[in-house]
């Protein structure tokens, strides 16, 4: 069974405008973690956030903000104003730990193109 | 600098030819994985590793195998490479925080080609 779902294979907007990333999980632990990835066109993969299971806050970090709903199991990612360098796949990710093994899964990625 | 260093970045070689990935981080994670990228699959866990000589099954482990005999290092080793592990690989590490791992420090990836 699909573990993170994201569901935007490609989305594709102009510069400026707000995005939203959906993320869909599946666990049935009470305690895990989920993060953000970022992989521009260079290849690299960088660490955006991670947020724990217990903490519903919404974290905003300048442009971008996060919102993590348990009654949904979402975790959605908006860029606000994008601009050109927001431009590369995002991955959803979801760590959880059963029976002793811990496992951090990754969804299928989100293509971003913003568009000048 | 804190880092993830996986050799070589970039290999081509022949069905059936084994081969060995290295993989060293720096920062003293007890947790390190590989993953496999591939278009419309994300990343796919082959092996983790909780600590040394702790190793388990991601999820696509057929035809890998990994050791860690020290904490910083942690090789993917293809014994007998097929044109379907052509792919690019990522070795990650992270530190367990009650027993999740956190965040994970990515290495520049392999990009493997098996003809």
């Known amino acids: 069974a699909q573990k993170v779902t994201q569901a935007q294979t490609e989305i594709s907007v102009v510069e400026k405008e707000d995005v939203t990333l959906d993320c869909v999980y599946e666990?049935?632990?009470?305690?895990?973690?989920l993060f953000w990835y970022k992989q521009p066109p260079s290849g690299e993969l960088v660490f955006l956030i991670r947020?724990?299971?217990?903490?519903?806050q919404n974290e905003i970090s300048g442009r971008y903000s996060w919102n993590f709903q348990k009654s949904t199991s979402s975790f959605n990612f908006t860029i606000t104003a994008s601009q050109v360098v927001d431009s590369a796949v995002y991955f959803c990710?979801?760590?959880?730990?059963?029976?002793?093994?811990?496992?951090?899964?990754f969804g299928q990625g989100t293509r971003l193109t913003i568009n000048p | 600098e804190a880092q993830v260093t996986q050799n070589p970045r970039y290999l081509i070689t022949v069905t059936g030819k084994k081969l060995t990935v290295t993989c060293s981080q720096n920062?003293?994670?007890?947790?390190m994985s590989w993953y496999r990228q591939d278009p419309g699959l994300g990343l796919r866990q082959i092996y983790y590793?909780?600590?040394?000589?702790?190793?388990d099954k991601g999820d696509v482990p057929e035809g890998y195998k990994v050791s860690r005999k020290e904490k910083r290092n942690f090789p993917l080793i293809l014994e007998s490479p097929s044109p379907n592990q052509t792919s690019l690989y990522f070795c990650?590490?992270?530190?367990?925080?009650?027993?999740?791992?956190?965040?994970?420090?990515f290495g520049q990836g392999t990009r493997l080609t098996v003809v």
């Open positions: 990650a590490s992270s530190f367990l925080l009650g027993g999740f791992a956190t965040e994970a420090f």
């Open positions: 947020r724990n299971s217990f903490d519903e």
């Open positions: 666990t049935r632990d009470t305690t895990y973690y």
């Open positions: 990710a979801l760590s959880e730990a059963r029976q002793g093994a811990q496992k951090l899964v």
């Open positions: 920062m003293n994670h007890e947790y």
């Open positions: 590793s909780m600590n040394v000589e702790v190793t």
